[in-house]
Nanobody
Framework: QVQLVESGGGLVQTGGSLRLSCTAS????????MGWFRQAPGKEREFVSA????????SYADSVKGRFTITRDNAKNTVYLQMNTLKPEDTAVYYC?????????????????WGQGTQVTVSS
């Protein structure tokens, strides 16, 4: 059974930082590209960032580029999202997700597995 478990969310002030972690089990982690999506209240789920299987390529939504950094540790089956200079508009539930492919990673349909999500709240 595949599980993706996110952690690291919380409440932070504008300009602060958080690091999200997502640990995977039940799959060959190094064979999957990993992504982060988020969903704010009343809005659709949107792409945040993705990293390919061998960390050869990363991608970011324009809204987070330069502030967020995605990395992975295949030895620990874990993907991270370092979030700096947080803004109130970053407030959302953040979801970790896994894809068996290395392209089309901005689209939720590319992903097979999803975590339960972790809440990030940025206060103004």
């Amino acid at each position: 059974q595949v599980q993706l478990v996110e952690s690291g969310g919380g409440l932070v002030q504008t300009g602060g930082s958080l690091r999200l972690s997502c640990t995977a089990s039940g799959l060959t982690f190094s064979s999957y590209s990993m992504g982060w999506f988020r969903q704010a209240p009343g809005k659709e789920r949107e792409f945040v960032s993705a990293i390919t299987r061998t960390s050869g390529s990363t991608s970011y939504a324009d809204s987070v580029k330069g502030r967020f950094t995605i990395t992975r540790d295949n030895a620990k089956n874990t993907v991270y999202l370092q979030m700096n200079t947080l803004k109130p508009e970053d407030t959302a539930v953040y979801y970790c997700t896994a894809a068996p492919i290395g392209y089309g990673l901005r689209f939720s349909s590319s992903y097979n597995y999803w975590g339960q999500g972790t809440q990030v709240t940025v206060s103004s």
